[in-house]
Nanobody, 125 residues
Framework: QVQLVESGGGLVQAGVSLRLSCAAS????????MGWFRQAPGKEREFVAA????????YYADSVKGRFTISRDNSKNTVYLQMNSLKPEDTAVYYC??????????????????WGQGTQVTVSS
């Protein structure tokens, strides 16, 4: 089992930056991919970013590419999502997720076995 706890969300104005953290505990050695997803009211949960544990390869949704950066600190079992130039359309609950088996399709929700409880990010215009 892997437990994930997100933090760092909040209410900010458009244009500013925010950094989300996801602290993992439990069998963290079994996590192949760590990802961030988000869900806005009335919308499907969508892929934001992911990072492979073995290579550090990163992936981004087109909507956040160039603004968001995913990174990890293996010594702290923590994954971060640095969000710059935030826009009102970035408003959502952000979820951290972990995949416990290899997957080539990191953008699919079904590939992830563990999820955090989510952290709210609200961007005002």
């Amino acid at each position: 089992q892997v437990q994930l706890v997100e933090s760092g969300g909040g209410l900010v104005q458009a244009g500013v930056s925010l950094r989300l953290s996801c602290a993992a505990s439990g069998r963290t050695s079994s996590t192949y991919v760590m990802g961030w997803f988000r869900q806005a009211p009335g919308k499907e949960r969508e892929f934001v970013a992911a990072i492979r544990g073995s290579t550090g390869t990163t992936y981004y949704a087109d909507s956040v590419k160039g603004r968001f950066t995913i990174s990890r600190d293996n010594s702290k079992n923590t994954v971060y999502l640095q969000m710059n130039s935030l826009k009102p359309e970035d408003t959502a609950v952000y979820y951290c997720a972990a995949a416990s088996s290899f997957t080539s399709y990191v953008r699919g929700r079904g590939m992830y076995d563990y999820w955090g409880q989510g952290t709210q990010v609200t961007v005002s215009s």
